[in-house]
C-alpha cells in the first residue's frame, strides 16, 4: 500500500504542477479565449511532439532529472524546441491564433503536454527515482517545456501583427516570423539544461521566473488587445453605417468593390453591399462581445447572430462562386477578424454553417 501511495505521489509532483499552471493562465484571461476542448487539442498535439522527439531521446538516456551527456545540454534543445514549434507554426498557419494572450496560452498548453507524456516515458523507465527527481521534472523541467514555447509564440505574434490585421486577401504567411522566438527557446532551453549536477537550481529559476515572463507578457497582451479591440470595432461600426446609407465605404476596398458592383448589375450589386454590411456588423458583435466578456457582462442576441450567419450563407451562395470570389477578394477583413467570427460561433454553443 505504501509503494502504491508512493508512485501515486511521484507521478503527481511529476505531471500535475505544469497542468496547475496551465490551468491558472487560462482562468487569468480576461476574454476567455480558450475552452477545455481546445486546450485538450493542444496537450494532444504537445504529446505527439514528444512521441516524435522519443525515439530520438530514448536513445541518449543517461540520467535523471536531465542528464549529463552533451545530447541532453546542447542537441536536445534544439530538437524538442523544433518539434513543439511545429504545432505552433501550424495553429498559425491556420489561423487559430488572435491575440498575443491566444498565443501564450496555446503555447504554454503544447509545451505542457509534451512535459506530460515525456515524464510518462521518466516515470515508466525508471520508476525507482525518489521525489526529488519528480519534483524537479515537474516544476521544473515541465515548466521550461511550456514557457519556451509560449515566448516563441508571443515573439512570433509580434513579427506577424501587421500581417494578421491587414485584409486577409493580401495575407502572406511567413516562417521567418517563428526564427527568432525558436533562436531564444533553444537558448532558454540550454541554459536550463547546464545544471545537472544542481537541479534544484534549475527548478527554482523554472519555476519562479517562467510564471513572472508569462504573466507580464499577460499584461502587456491583454493591453494590446484591448487597444486593438477599440479601433476596431470602431471601425467596423463606420463601414456599417455607411453601407446602411448606400454608400460604399471609404477606402481602397471601398473604391474596388465599387467598380466591381458596375460590372455585376443591381441585383448582385444589392447583395454584395447586404453581405459586407452583416459581415462587418458580426465581426463589431464578436469585439463588442470580447469587450463585455473582459468586464464580466456577456450578453449575445443568439437569435439575431444565428440568423445574420445564416443570411450570409444565402447571399455567398446566391452570388455564385466566380462573382463571390472576386468580391470575398476585395473585403477589407483580417485574419484576425475572420478569427474573431470563429470566436464568436464557439461562444454560440456550437458552429454555424
Not at 33 to 56: D, Q, S, T
Not at 102 to 130: K, R
Not at 252 to 264: E, N, T, W, Y
Amino acid at each position: 500500500m505504501g509503494q502504491l501511495l508512493a508512485e501515486a505521489a511521484h507521478w503527481g509532483l511529476a505531471l500535475i504542477p505544469v497542468l496547475a499552471m496551465l490551468a491558472i493562465f487560462v482562468w487569468l484571461d480576461a476574454f476567455k479565449l480558450m475552452n477545455l476542448r481546445e486546450i485538450l487539442v493542444l496537450l494532444l498535439l504537445g504529446g505527439i511532439a514528444a512521441l516524435v522527439a522519443w525515439p530520438i531521446a530514448g536513445r541518449f538516456l543517461d540520467t535523471l532529472p536531465i542528464g549529463y551527456s552533451n545530447y541532453s545540454r546542447f542537441i536536445a534543445p534544439w530538437l524538442e524546441e523544433a518539434l513543439k514549434a511545429i504545432a505552433m507554426i501550424g495553429l498559425f498557419r491556420l489561423n487559430r491564433i488572435g491575440y498575443k494572450l491566444d498565443a501564450v496560452i496555446s503555447g504554454f498548453a503544447i509545451g505542457a503536454g509534451f512535459s506530460v507524456v515525456e515524464n510518462i516515458f521518466y516515470l515508466t523507465v525508471f520508476p525507482a527515482y525518489g521525489a526529488g527527481t519528480w519534483l524537479v521534472r515537474g516544476l521544473g523541467t515541465a515548466v521550461m517545456h511550456g514557457t519556451t514555447l509560449a515566448i516563441l509564440a508571443a515573439i512570433a505574434h509580434e513579427l506577424a501583427e501587421r500581417e494578421m490585421r491587414e485584409s486577409a486577401g493580401d495575407f502572406r504567411f511567413r516562417l521567418w516570423w517563428f526564427l527568432p522566438g525558436y533562436l531564444i527557446a533553444v537558448a532558454l532551453h540550454t541554459v536550463f539544461n547546464q545544471f545537472p549536477d544542481r537541479p534544484l537550481v534549475a527548478m527554482l529559476g523554472a519555476a519562479v521566473l517562467a510564471p513572472v515572463a508569462i504573466i507580464g507578457i499577460f499584461n502587456f497582451g491583454q493591453a494590446e488587445a484591448e487597444r486593438w479591440l477599440t479601433a476596431e470595432r470602431i471601425a467596423h461600426r463606420a463601414q456599417v453605417e455607411a453601407l446602411r446609407s448606400g454608400a460604399w465605404p471609404e477606402g481602397p476596398a471601398g473604391r474596388k468593390i465599387a467598380g466591381l458592383a458596375d460590372r455585376v448589375g443591381p441585383e448582385a450589386t444589392r447583395r454584395m453591399r447586404r453581405y459586407w454590411e452583416l459581415h462587418a456588423w458580426l465581426v463589431a458583435e464578436a469585439e463588442d462581445t470580447m469587450m463585455e466578456e473582459a468586464a464580466g457582462d456577456v450578453e449575445i442576441d443568439r437569435a439575431e447572430v444565428h440568423a445574420a450567419f445564416a443570411e450570409l450563407a444565402g447571399l455567398k451562395q446566391a452570388l455564385g462562386k466566380s462573382t463571390f470570389a472576386a468580391f470575398e477578394a476585395l473585403l477589407p477583413f483580417s485574419r484576425n477578424d475572420y478569427w474573431e467570427l470563429s470566436e464568436m460561433r464557439q461562444r454560440l454553443g456550437r458552429q454555424l454553417r
